[in-house]
């Protein structure tokens, strides 16, 4: 069986159902095939723990291939970015066990060239793009707002669905990480290859279990003005 996602039920962001609010995991299972797609809070503290929970909890098959929200074109990883972004961290921890990596977002130009596909009357340059991705929430109202949906819909999510879709038809085990806005966008279109999946919202504490109340400062100095 070849996996081929329907696009035609991607949803616009403002219209797609929140499903949690945090980093969580929605787990699939279909014909022998597993995808772990993990719903991002972006250099969130817990999302870094939940990129741990998934490759080293034991909870998971080990995956096979890595996809991740990242320009597969013309973007330079910066220095120690894997310490502040979750999304290179996982494709870090990935490539130091030899899983292979793939960058599945939209370069800046494949991102230019949606945009003027669906608003040809516009210019659209690297700055202006920065500026409808910078756009927070991209649900919000206004033109770039409508243009980072439009963005998203018929460009980033399809290309981010067609990777995984791929990906599934050559791996056993594929491990996805995007941020969450992507996968409540693409969910409707998940569930109607994949079914119904099981969520994961909350993960043990990957550093240790702490009692908050053992903790019993001393003073050392008395403020004075």
């Not at 972006?42 to 817990?46: F, R, T, Y």
């Not at 998971?60 to 996809?67: G, S």
């Given at each position: 069986m070849q996996f081929k996602p329907n696009f035609d039920l991607l949803e616009a962001w403002e219209d797609a159902q929140r499903m949690y609010y945090g980093a969580y995991i929605a787990l699939f299972e279909k014909h022998g095939k597993t995808l772990v797609y993990m719903c991002d809070v972006?250099?969130?503290?817990?999302a870094f723990d939940m990129v741990d929970y998934c490759f080293k909890s034991g909870k998971?098959?080990?995956?096979?291939?890595?996809?991740t929200e990242f320009e597969n074109?013309?973007?330079?990883i910066g220095k120690h970015a894997s310490q502040t972004n979750t999304l290179i961290y996982a494709a870090a921890v990935a490539t130091k066990q030899n899983i292979p990596v793939v960058f599945a977002d939209l370069s800046h130009k494949e991102k230019q060239d949606v945009l003027q596909v669906y608003?040809?009357?516009c210019v659209f340059d690297e700055n202006v793009v920065r500026q409808i991705l910078g756009t927070e929430p991209m649900r919000s109202a206004g033109?770039?707002?409508e243009m980072g949906g439009t963005l998203n819909k018929f460009g980033r999510d399809k290309f981010m669905l067609e990777n995984i879709a791929a990906a599934l038809n050559k791996y056993s085990v594929v491990f996805a990480i995007f941020g969450s806005g992507h996968y409540e966008s693409q969910r409707l279109a998940l569930v109607d290859m994949l079914g119904e999946p099981k969520y994961i919202g909350k993960i043990p504490n990957v550093r240790g279990e702490f009692d908050e109340k053992d903790i019993k400062p001393i003073k050392l100095?008395?403020?004075r003005i």
């Open positions: 972006h250099g969130e503290n817990e998971f098959k080990q995956p096979d291939i890595l996809i074109a013309g973007r330079e608003y040809p009357d033109k770039l707002g100095v008395d403020f």
